[in-house]
């Protein structure tokens, strides 16, 4: 072999190989491999509760409505009959369907084909939509008020929640019902006054008809007539018809015709408008005013709905929308309670909230948080208790709570806190020397019926006094009305809420509630109400806490665990998969099972 220089070397490992002065570039070709995969092949999944992650919210659910004894589920079943689907099995469907935001009864049942841990849920059975939506609607309701209170003891067993402080808010809910579907009681009564003015007129026209035909009519109300008298009317002025009718047939002279015409066409038109107009409408208002009751409006669609108020306004112009209030408490972001009310302020839903929950087998709380909102005198009395021993510790602020701390509502001269008072005379000085002396007392009624007290102070003269425009915008002199009953409930509030624990406490409330109605109405988009009435409306959203619930549940196991919520397996920890693969020669040409495992 001829020697090749360092040079040589060089110069042939630096050059490229060249063919017709085209470089020659060597390329590996390799065709792409694939792990196997044939859908058309044969599965037979024998554990299918294997494939399900330990902290999945099935397996939640699977255990909390397992605890519940069968004889208390049975209790609400007559027996007879075909066979029902099992109640735990209808439980776990529907709570797991609204934890995954399928609220729809078809989507539900749609779950039981498609979703594996709703398939493991109903035991691979398959309960059509109508029948989720009969359970849903229909033994929910006597069932749904144990099956929370149930639920909630267990998470105060496992130390979810203690019921030591109860975070108390409310939302609003659209209802299932047309926006445009209103009835509203003050248009109704304007209505039903207008009424009441043709059937007077109409019944004055019945009077003049009566004398001109020689009729004695019985049962002519003087004032206002009822649907009973009125349908008297119409029943003897239609004997009158009749017996005009079988005039006009016995005579045959065509100018007589026409005038026992236009009699019976003069008392058929009373007769008419009562049977088809007035006697129909006053049956209608009473209806109405039956289903105000306390509210000012209400849905044809649904009557129970009331219009409120709603943050999610479409139009952008304040309209209000059929709804229901929901009030709701938390610990721990756990709804621990709910209430469905038809009011949309939350101040006249509290006491009703609070004496459900005493009325139910959960403990009272230690601890009631809850905003301004129901920082009313009525509520803080309640609070109190009749004999004076608490029921719980409120920590509730008043309205004006914050404003009061400015500097600007301190040095407002219209506010009688910032003026002098001599307590052993019992009067005011105002900021021009003046006294201001107590005058009467004076009861008050709300909107509520509770009827409050209040100490009333007036000014010896304002006359000449160079503040008075600053002070009051009265003609008169000066008065002030002083309720010494919320004063003093507000003092304790205030000193309640100076406390550096009971500070702390109150610190949490917007992270509490307001973080879970979040979750509800953002995370997992329920907005409205699938059912329609306040029973059905009770039991749904009973659903949807008893789902966040189980959520919350699901998530705090995850992490106790070391693992990673967003991860479907805990951290650390790997399964084996074995896939056994049997194949019929001469049968099939792919495998007929395959088995899987995970360990």
Not at 396 to 423: C, F, G, H, S, V
Not at 442 to 465: F, H, L, T, W
Not at 543 to 555: E, R, S
Request: hydrophobic residues 35%; glycine residues 6%; aromatic residues 10%.
């Amino acid at each position: 072999n001829p020697k090749i220089t360092n040079n040589e070397y060089n110069t042939q490992m630096s050059l490229p190989l060249e063919v017709k002065g085209e470089a020659l570039v060597t390329k590996i070709h390799s065709a792409p491999k694939f792990k196997p995969y044939n859908n058309r092949q044969s599965f037979a999944i024998l554990d299918v509760e294997g494939l399900i992650p330990d902290h999945h919210v099935a397996r939640v659910i699977d255990e909390m409505i397992e605890s519940i004894p069968e004889e208390q589920l049975a209790a609400h079943y007559s027996g007879g009959g075909r066979p029902p689907f099992h109640p735990k099995l209808m439980l776990k469907v529907i709570l797991y369907g609204y934890s995954q935001k399928v609220y729809s009864c078809r989507e539900i049942e749609k779950l039981t084909w498609e979703n594996l841990p709703a398939m493991w849920l109903a035991a691979m059975q398959h309960p059509d939509f109508r029948t989720i939506n009969d359970f849903r609607g229909k033994r929910m309701k006597r069932l749904m008020d144990e099956l929370f209170e149930a639920m909630i003891l267990r998470l105060i067993e496992e130390g979810y929640i203690t019921l030591e402080s109860y975070f108390l808010d409310g939302t609003k809910l659209e209802a299932n019902a047309n926006k445009y579907s209103f009835v509203w009681k003050k248009s109704t009564i304007r209505f039903e006054e207008k009424l009441k003015e043709k059937i007077k007129e109409m019944l004055q026209e019945i009077e003049e008809i009566a004398e001109a035909e020689a009729l004695e009519l019985a049962d002519l109300p003087d004032e206002e007539a009822t649907p009973e008298q009125l349908e008297s009317i119409a029943g003897q002025l239609e004997k009158k018809v009749d017996a005009l009718t079988d005039e006009i047939e016995a005579v045959e002279e065509v100018p007589v015709r026409k005038e026992l015409r236009k009699r019976r066409s003069t008392l058929k038109k009373p007769v008419k408008m009562i049977r088809e107009n007035f006697v129909p409408r006053i049956h209608k208002y009473h209806s109405y005013h039956e289903t105000f009751g306390d509210r000012n409006s209400f849905s044809k669609t649904d009557p129970d709905a009331t219009f409120m108020r709603m943050k999610e306004d479409h139009m952008k112009n304040g309209q209000l929308k059929p709804g229901y209030n929901v009030q709701a408490a938390t610990e721990n972001q756990f709804i621990v309670y709910y209430t469905i009310h038809q009011r949309p302020t939350d101040t006249r839903c509290f006491i009703p909230h609070m004496e459900k929950l005493a009325g139910s087998s959960l403990p009272m709380p230690k601890t009631v948080i809850a905003d301004a909102g129901y920082g009313s005198e009525e509520n803080y009395l309640y609070a109190i208790g009749e004999e004076k021993v608490p029921r719980f510790n409120p920590l509730i602020p008043y309205n004006n709570l914050r404003k009061e701390k400015t500097r600007t509502y301190k040095n407002d001269i219209r506010n009688a806190k910032n003026w002098t008072y001599l307590e052993h005379d019992d009067l005011f000085i105002c900021p021009n020397g003046r006294k201001v002396t107590f005058q009467s007392y004076r009861n008050k009624k709300n909107a509520s019926g509770y009827v409050q007290s209040y100490k009333i102070y007036e000014c010896e003269d304002c006359s000449g006094c160079p503040l008075k425009a600053q002070c009051t915008k009265a003609k008169g002199n000066r008065q002030v009305h002083l309720n010494m009953i919320y004063e003093e409930m507000k003092a304790k509030a205030k000193t309640a809420l100076e406390c550096e624990e009971n500070a702390e406490i109150y610190s949490r409330r917007k992270t509490e509630i307001e973080s879970v109605f979040g979750h509800i109405k953002g995370n997992r988009s329920f907005r409205r109400f699938s059912l329609r009435g306040l029973e059905k409306v009770h039991v749904e959203f009973g659903i949807v806490a008893l789902a966040h619930n189980f959520l919350k549940v699901a998530g705090i196991r995850q992490l106790l665990s070391g693992g990673d919520p967003t991860n479907a397996k805990s951290g650390g920890e790997k399964r084996f998969v074995f896939l056994l693969l049997i194949y019929f020669r001469g049968f099939l040409d792919s495998p007929f099972f395959i088995l899987r495992r995970d360990f």
